[in-house]
């Protein structure tokens, strides 16, 4: 009786057991299939919100390309050049999230001081720029951000008519050479996004200097004389402008 009873015992074991596994393995393909229809729903419901700065817009903040112009004024050279006025074009690479590579050509026109190293007339400046900028934070449509980079600024300058007429009188000619320069800046602003534009200010500081090469020729003796002396161009430049995505 006690050998029958464990027999009834195991075999009813055996079957609970048996029972187990098929459940173990069927139920969570049961399960699958019935969450299949609602995935979609799921994943759309949780779905985080846009933040303001990203909705409504065509800009690709996360990658790609923005093109812009910017108005310059030129606080640089002060202590031989007055205040400059130029432009530059741009563009915007976006690397990660937060990280941009900006690069940046132009021009920039500058008049030197009185009683500066260099003699009257107007120099143009043709700035080459690379900046990397990090945005700092995010409010609404304000982004501000900061970054450094380096720079090839390309010179001309042209001596004043007044100065070469009153110098050819006396059997003398003179021309002033600004070498291209190389240089360093850091930079700092504030963009505000407004549909499909981005309007921005932005500061740069700039260290950089600039061999001047003069030369004076007497015409009666036949001599040539140089003198090379070094231009200090660091400064500041303020900028306003806008960009876009295209």
């Known amino acids: 009786m006690n050998h029958r009873a464990t027999r009834v015992v195991s075999q009813a074991f055996l079957c609970l057991l048996g ?4 459940t173990a393995v069927a139920a969570p393909k049961a399960h699958a299939a019935q969450l299949s229809g609602t995935d979609t729903v799921e994943v759309n419901r949780h779905q985080e919100p846009k933040p303001p700065e990203l909705q409504d817009s065509r800009i690709g903040w996360i990658s790609g390309w923005s093109y812009g112009g910017r108005g310059i004024l030129s606080r ?4 031989n050049l007055d205040s400059g006025l130029g432009f530059t074009v741009f563009s915007v690479r976006r690397l990660i999230a937060d990280l941009e590579l900006e ?17 009257l007339g107007h120099m143009s400046m043709f700035p080459l720029r690379a900046t990397l900028r990090v945005q700092l934070w995010r409010f609404g449509g304000a982004k501000p951000y900061a970054g450094g980079g380096i720079g090839v600024y390309l010179n001309r300058f042209d001596v004043d008519e007044s100065v070469a007429a009153e110098l050819a009188t006396t059997g003398f000619a003179t021309a002033v050479n600004v070498n291209p320069a190389f240089g360093f800046h850091g930079a700092g602003g504030v963009e505000w996004q407004r549909g499909p534009a981005n309007f921005n200010v932005d500061v740069k500081y700039m260290v950089a200097k600039a061999n001047v090469v003069s030369t004076l020729v007497d015409q009666l003796n036949e001599k040539v004389s140089r003198e ?17 995505n295209f």
């Open 19 to 22: 029972m187990s596994m098929w």
């Open 76 to 79: 640089s050279g002060q202590e």
């Open 103 to 119: 690069t940046e050509i132009g021009r920039l026109i500058m008049s030197p001081k009185t009683d500066g190293l260099l003699p």
């Open 228 to 244: 090379i002396s070094s231009l200090d161009l660091g400064g500041f430049w303020l900028a306003a402008g806008i960009r876009f």
